[in-house]
Every structure is written in structure tokens, then in C-alpha cells.
């Protein structure tokens, strides 16, 4: 994901992010005007399309987004700008969708917008809007750097060089562009080129220019410091200037990076007070979110120890390790086979598993992976005789689509072990999938179908953000299919759902907020009526003490409760995020708005 400090200036003037020359003070009424110069439907709407590259796609255009397409469309690169922030986002009553937002970034960049085309590039390149296509990306990369100048596109136009992905690979030109990128004070080609001089065995010049860019306020350069230091790679062992730069890294600078929070939170879990504890364990956690395997490793081996104070649940240990594996950190896959070795309770024992991934970390280079390997002997030779339906060190995702085609190849029981195991390492997308087969049965798998056991595995799934399974589930609960109904259950568990942004899943959350509204405000009209009105025996003595006068009563009696009907269901972590948190973990805020939270 590209991070803040990698966006042109121009952008970033937009963005509020960089001081701009200072505006003339405006008044009270002209900031609320400007401030209501936001997309609502109130105000009008209309259909449209943008295509993002890869395919037309529908949009609504509330109120002044109207205005800001037809600016588009005539070429007006700030009406694409506002556009594609507002579908970045979300504004006003426009939902967030990164497919359309990359429609309006290349149209931008097709009318001149540098930024535009390095921002479109970088979410093409990394299939954020649903499809990858390099040559596109590397096209949209050149023409933002040849045209634009925006020196975020020609950082991205040198990687394509550097990887000869979408044009025939030139390393040397790459390299060229972001020396001469990074001298201008381009962080992103800095970072491009201290990763090209790390694999080139030039540490101490990749360091140079971490520390450059540390200088800078860029956290990757605080956080590639910190691991330096910390682990003694190119630099000399320094814990407590690791500590520094790491604390640094994760707030202090204008953006913060993952694994500079990563060890800012290893050295907070170390200080040995509870709160700097629990601001470290979240850190942890956080950071491994938002890519970091170090954060990941670091938060398998917490819940490991499990010291007082600590918010890493022992369930969390072995996913925590396979996040890491699949980023490709190798202490990540050793400590996930340990686990295997020993068993742990959340993983049942399997050498075999276990002797896979400590091999996995040794072929990484993980030297004590290998030493572990050497010591298994006789064990570790039988466990390598071994064939499984799928490699453990696969990443997760690479073995539940595998498990998905052993099913359709007549192999169910090889599927349903993959799962399993998946699920017992506390993978969401393993519990959705178990949760499904046992929901509705699967020839081969599961041939018996256990509505409980399905919904407790949702309901797992959902509890770590699963939508699917929060929005399946929630309706489970709001229908009692399966489940006692529990409407205020269903509702808080829609919440999760509505994360995903998909306006179906707000529009199922309202609807319930609705009918349980009603329902609220018709138990208070019960309750009032009841404290309002006699029982009617009470009347009936009144009348049979009056019965030879004319009067008589009038009252009705308390309505029939009727239950809210449900229509027909038809089943239909970003920078700025995580500095959101990071603010609200490390004590600069109280305020957490962020996904992360």
C-alpha cells in the first residue's frame, strides 16, 4: 500500500497533508458553506459509469459529484481528484470503492495529473481494485513520470524496470531513476533503491538512505533502522538505539510503519508495566494487520509467553506465526512447526506438519531451523517421507483454494484435513469454509449437515472480521435459523459486517436497527398504557356498582402485540487507518476511528 509520504505534493496540498502557502481567513459562513459542498443525494442525483481499466463500472452521483464529473470529463484533473478521493473514502453519501476511485485516478492521468497516474498505478500494480495488469500499471507509471513528472510515478516506472513487469526488465535504468528520484528528495524512490542495494549486498548503502529518509519524517526509514540495530543486520547491535528509531518510526514520523511499530511494540512488552503492555500487545497485533511479519512473529511469541497484561490470546499464537510464514519470515515458520512438534492445545501434535515447516524456515536461511532440523534425526527423515494432499508451508490462502479443487476433484477428505488444520491455526477463511460444508453439506466432505457446529464456526469467523460470516451468521441469529433469535446479537454482529463497506450490509444493519426500534417503542406504548389504564376487572366492578346509571365506560383493550416483520434476504487495514490507531495507541489520542481499532 503506498503510504502518504510516497503521494506527489500536489496531492498532498489536497490532502491537508503539507503545509500550503497560508489562505486567507475565512468566515463562519463561508466554512460552513465550503463544508456542505459535499456529495448528497438530497441534493439531486444521477447514474454514470467510469471505466477503471479493466471494466465499465456503474456509479451514482449524488448531488455535487454531478457537477465534478461533467469537470472530469472536460478534462478538469481537481473534479477527478475530488472524485477519486471521494470513492477512496467515502464522502457524503458516496460509499467507499477502490474499483471506481482507479477509474478516476486514470482519468486524471489521462488529462495531465502526475500524482493521478501514480496513485492509479500502485493500485493497479497492487490489485486493489480487483484485477493485476502490469503492463497497464507500467504504462500509467510512464506517462505519470514522463508527462506529470510526479516523482511517486517514476519510482513505480522504475520498478517495473527493476522487475521487468509490464516492459523488458532494465535493473540499470531503474536503479539510475531512483538514484536520481531519491537525491530530489523522493522517499519512494529512496526506499526503492535501499531495497535494490539490500539485495545487492550493500547494506551499509541501503542504511544510508533509511537513515536519510528517517531524517525526513519517512517511517520506513526509522523502521528499517530499528531492525538494523536491533538485530545487528549492516549496523552494530544497539537495543536501545532500535528503541529509539522504532518509537520514531511508529507515530513520531509523518507517517508510520509497520515494522518500526513492530518493535516499538516488542520494547513496550519488555518495559514491564502493565500499561506499556497492553499499548505493546495491540502495537503487535496492529502491526501484523498491516503487513509487518516481524509485528506478526513478535506476537506469536507474546501469546507464547503470555506475560500479565498481555492481549494476545492464546488462540492467536499459531495464526499470528502463519501470518508471518505466509509474509515469508522465517522464524514465522520455524515457531509455527514447534508448535506442530509439541502441540500447544489450540494445534493438536504433527510431526509430519511440523518437520515441513521447520525445513520451509531452513531453506529460508533460518540457520536454528535447520540446527532443529538436524537434531530431529530419525524423526524428521520419516516425516519427510510423508506426501500431504497440500504443503503446510503453502500460505493459507494457496491451501484453502487447493482444498476448494480437491473437493472438485472427488478428494474430500484431503479438503476437509487441509481445512481443519487451517481452522485449528485459527484461519477465518478456513472457520467460513468448515462453516459452510457443515451448514449445507458436502458429498464427499461432510455428508451430514450440523446447523449448530456451522454457526459457532461463523460466529469465530466473524469475530476476527469475517464479513461473509458475520453477515450469514447475523441473520442466523436475527431469524433463529439454527440459533435461539437474538435480534440484539444479530444487530451488534451486522456491525462487523458493515466493515466491508458493501451498502447491502448497511442497508441489513438499518433495516434492524429499525425493527428493533419499533419493537422498542412499542413495548413503551405497552408499558404507558398499562400504567394508564385500570385492569379491566377493575373496571367491571365500577360498572356493576353502576349499573342502574347511564354512564358506561369507554376504553379499548391494549393492542395485540404484533412482531416486526423481516423482508425476503437476499445474500448479495490503509495508511491513514493505521496512523489512526498508532496516534490512539501511543497516547495522542483518545479517539479511535480507525479499521485497525
Given at each position: 500500500?503506498?503510504?502518504?509520504?510516497?503521494?506527489?505534493?500536489?496531492?498532498?496540498?489536497?490532502?491537508?497533508?503539507?503545509?500550503?502557502?497560508?489562505?486567507?481567513?475565512?468566515?463562519?459562513?463561508?466554512?460552513?458553506?465550503?463544508?456542505?459542498?459535499?456529495?448528497?443525494?438530497?441534493?439531486?442525483?444521477?447514474?454514470?459509469?467510469?471505466?477503471?481499466?479493466?471494466?465499465?463500472?456503474?456509479?451514482?452521483?449524488?448531488?455535487?459529484?454531478?457537477?465534478?464529473?461533467?469537470?472530469?470529463?472536460?478534462?478538469?484533473?481537481?473534479?477527478?481528484?475530488?472524485?477519486?478521493?471521494?470513492?477512496?473514502?467515502?464522502?457524503?453519501?458516496?460509499?467507499?470503492?477502490?474499483?471506481?476511485?482507479?477509474?478516476?485516478?486514470?482519468?486524471?492521468?489521462?488529462?495531465?495529473?502526475?500524482?493521478?497516474?501514480?496513485?492509479?498505478?500502485?493500485?493497479?500494480?497492487?490489485?486493489?481494485?480487483?484485477?493485476?495488469?502490469?503492463?497497464?500499471?507500467?504504462?500509467?507509471?510512464?506517462?505519470?513520470?514522463?508527462?506529470?513528472?510526479?516523482?511517486?510515478?517514476?519510482?513505480?516506472?522504475?520498478?517495473?524496470?527493476?522487475?521487468?513487469?509490464?516492459?523488458?526488465?532494465?535493473?540499470?535504468?531503474?536503479?539510475?531513476?531512483?538514484?536520481?528520484?531519491?537525491?530530489?528528495?523522493?522517499?519512494?524512490?529512496?526506499?526503492?533503491?535501499?531495497?535494490?542495494?539490500?539485495?545487492?549486498?550493500?547494506?551499509?548503502?541501503?542504511?544510508?538512505?533509511?537513515?536519510?529518509?528517517?531524517?525526513?519524517?519517512?517511517?520506513?526509514?526509522?523502521?528499517?533502522?530499528?531492525?538494523?540495530?536491533?538485530?545487528?543486520?549492516?549496523?552494530?547491535?544497539?537495543?536501545?538505539?532500535?528503541?529509539?528509531?522504532?518509537?520514531?518510526?511508529?507515530?513520531?514520523?509523518?507517517?508510520?510503519?509497520?515494522?518500526?511499530?513492530?518493535?516499538?511494540?516488542?520494547?513496550?512488552?519488555?518495559?514491564?508495566?502493565?500499561?506499556?503492555?497492553?499499548?505493546?500487545?495491540?502495537?503487535?497485533?496492529?502491526?501484523?494487520?498491516?503487513?509487518?511479519?516481524?509485528?506478526?512473529?513478535?506476537?506469536?511469541?507474546?501469546?507464547?509467553?503470555?506475560?500479565?497484561?498481555?492481549?494476545?490470546?492464546?488462540?492467536?499464537?499459531?495464526?499470528?506465526?502463519?501470518d508471518g510464514c505466509d509474509k515469508g519470515h522465517a522464524p514465522s515458520c520455524r515457531e509455527l512447526g514447534a508448535l506442530y512438534l509439541e502441540g500447544n492445545g489450540q494445534v493438536s501434535r504433527w510431526p509430519d506438519r511440523a518437520v515441513a515447516l521447520i525445513d520451509h524456515a531452513c531453506a529460508l536461511g533460518d540457520e536454528p531451523a535447520c540446527a532443529r532440523a538436524r537434531r530431529l534425526g530419525p524423526v524428521a527423515e520419516a516425516a519427510r517421507r510423508r506426501t500431504f494432499p497440500v504443503h503446510p508451508a503453502h500460505s493459507a490462502e494457496d491451501q484453502i483454494a487447493a482444498a476448494l479443487a480437491l473437493v472438485e476433484a472427488g478428494r474430500g477428505q484431503d479438503a476437509l484435513e487441509v481445512i481443519a488444520r487451517l481452522m485449528e491455526e485459527g484461519h477465518a477463511d478456513a472457520s467460513w469454509v468448515l462453516a459452510g460444508w457443515l451448514a449445507y453439506g458436502e458429498p464427499g466432505v461432510i455428508d451430514t449437515p450440523n446447523r449448530a457446529q456451522a454457526v459457532t464456526l461463523a460466529?469465530?469467523?466473524?469475530?476476527?472480521?469475517?464479513?461473509?460470516?458475520?453477515?450469514?451468521?447475523?441473520?442466523?441469529?436475527?431469524?433463529?435459523?439454527?440459533?435461539?433469535?437474538?435480534?440484539?446479537?444479530?444487530?451488534?454482529?451486522?456491525?462487523?459486517?458493515?466493515?466491508?463497506?458493501?451498502?447491502?450490509?448497511?442497508?441489513?444493519?438499518?433495516?434492524?436497527?429499525?425493527?428493533?426500534?419499533?419493537?422498542?417503542?412499542?413495548?413503551?406504548?405497552?408499558?404507558?398504557?398499562?400504567?394508564?389504564?385500570?385492569?379491566?376487572?377493575?373496571?367491571?366492578?365500577?360498572?356493576?356498582?353502576?349499573?342502574?346509571?347511564?354512564?358506561?365506560?369507554?376504553?379499548?383493550?391494549?393492542?395485540?402485540?404484533?412482531?416486526?416483520?423481516?423482508?425476503?434476504?437476499?445474500?448479495?487495514?490503509?495508511?491513514?487507518?493505521?496512523?489512526?490507531?498508532?496516534?490512539?495507541?501511543?497516547?495522542?489520542?483518545?479517539?479511535?476511528?480507525?479499521?485497525?481499532?
Amino acid at each position: 500500500m503506498r503510504t502518504v509520504a510516497m503521494l506527489g505534493a500536489g496531492l498532498m496540498l489536497i490532502l491537508g497533508l503539507v503545509p500550503a502557502a497560508a489562505p486567507p481567513v475565512a468566515s463562519a459562513a463561508a466554512a460552513a458553506a465550503a463544508k456542505e459542498r459535499l456529495p448528497w443525494s438530497r441534493d439531486g442525483w444521477r447514474h454514470g459509469a467510469i471505466h477503471n481499466g479493466r471494466q465499465n463500472m456503474p456509479v451514482i452521483l449524488p448531488g455535487i459529484a454531478r457537477e465534478w464529473a461533467d469537470g472530469c470529463a472536460g478534462g478538469k484533473v481537481a473534479d477527478c481528484r475530488r472524485l477519486a478521493l471521494a470513492f477512496a473514502r467515502g464522502a457524503g453519501d458516496i460509499r467507499r470503492d477502490i474499483r471506481i476511485a482507479v477509474g478516476y485516478w486514470l482519468a486524471g492521468c489521462r488529462a495531465g495529473d502526475g500524482a493521478a497516474c501514480g496513485e492509479a498505478a500502485a493500485i493497479i500494480r497492487d490489485g486493489k481494485a480487483g484485477y493485476v495488469d502490469f503492463n497497464l500499471a507500467f504504462r500509467t507509471a510512464r506517462s505519470g513520470c514522463k508527462t506529470g513528472g510526479d516523482p511517486e510515478a517514476c519510482a513505480l516506472m522504475g520498478l517495473g524496470l527493476y522487475r521487468g513487469e509490464g516492459t523488458p526488465r532494465d535493473a540499470a535504468q531503474a536503479i539510475a531513476m531512483w538514484r536520481a528520484g531519491c537525491a530530489d528528495g523522493g522517499m519512494e524512490a529512496c526506499r526503492l533503491e535501499a531495497s535494490a542495494r539490500r539485495e545487492a549486498g550493500d547494506p551499509a548503502g541501503a542504511l544510508a538512505l533509511a537513515r536519510k529518509a528517517c531524517d525526513s519524517g519517512a517511517g520506513w526509514g526509522c523502521g528499517q533502522l530499528a531492525t538494523a540495530h536491533r538485530f545487528g543486520e549492516g549496523a552494530s547491535a544497539d537495543p536501545a538505539a532500535a528503541a529509539r528509531f522504532a518509537e520514531r518510526g511508529c507515530g513520531a514520523a509523518s507517517t508510520s510503519d509497520a515494522d518500526a511499530c513492530a518493535h516499538h511494540g516488542h520494547f513496550l512488552t519488555r518495559a514491564g508495566d502493565g500499561p506499556a503492555m497492553e499499548r505493546g500487545s495491540r502495537l503487535l497485533t496492529r502491526a501484523c494487520l498491516a503487513g509487518s511479519a516481524i509485528g506478526c512473529f513478535e506476537a506469536g511469541e507474546l501469546g507464547r509467553r503470555n506475560p500479565p497484561g498481555s492481549k494476545i490470546a492464546a488462540w492467536e499464537v499459531a495464526l499470528s506465526y502463519r501470518d508471518g510464514c505466509d509474509k515469508g519470515h522465517a522464524p514465522s515458520c520455524r515457531e509455527l512447526g514447534a508448535l506442530y512438534l509439541e502441540g500447544n492445545g489450540q494445534v493438536s501434535r504433527w510431526p509430519d506438519r511440523a518437520v515441513a515447516l521447520i525445513d520451509h524456515a531452513c531453506a529460508l536461511g533460518d540457520e536454528p531451523a535447520c540446527a532443529r532440523a538436524r537434531r530431529l534425526g530419525p524423526v524428521a527423515e520419516a516425516a519427510r517421507r510423508r506426501t500431504f494432499p497440500v504443503h503446510p508451508a503453502h500460505s493459507a490462502e494457496d491451501q484453502i483454494a487447493a482444498a476448494l479443487a480437491l473437493v472438485e476433484a472427488g478428494r474430500g477428505q484431503d479438503a476437509l484435513e487441509v481445512i481443519a488444520r487451517l481452522m485449528e491455526e485459527g484461519h477465518a477463511d478456513a472457520s467460513w469454509v468448515l462453516a459452510g460444508w457443515l451448514a449445507y453439506g458436502e458429498p464427499g466432505v461432510i455428508d451430514t449437515p450440523n446447523r449448530a457446529q456451522a454457526v459457532t464456526l461463523a460466529e469465530n469467523a466473524a469475530a476476527q472480521g469475517h464479513a461473509a460470516a458475520a453477515r450469514w451468521v447475523g441473520m442466523a441469529y436475527w431469524e433463529g435459523d439454527g440459533v435461539t433469535t437474538d435480534r440484539e446479537k444479530a444487530k451488534r454482529i451486522m456491525q462487523i459486517a458493515m466493515r466491508s463497506g458493501d451498502p447491502l450490509d448497511e442497508a441489513l444493519y438499518r433495516s434492524m436497527a429499525g425493527n428493533i426500534e419499533r419493537d422498542r417503542q412499542k413495548a413503551e406504548l405497552d408499558r404507558r398504557l398499562a400504567e394508564n389504564y385500570r385492569p379491566r376487572s377493575f373496571w367491571g366492578e365500577v360498572i356493576a356498582g353502576l349499573a342502574a346509571s347511564s354512564w358506561s365506560p369507554s376504553y379499548s383493550a391494549r393492542p395485540a402485540s404484533a412482531g416486526g416483520g423481516w423482508a425476503n434476504y437476499v445474500a448479495g487495514a490503509s495508511q491513514r487507518d493505521f496512523d489512526a490507531f498508532v496516534r490512539y495507541a501511543t497516547g495522542a489520542t483518545t479517539a479511535c476511528r480507525s479499521s485497525y481499532c
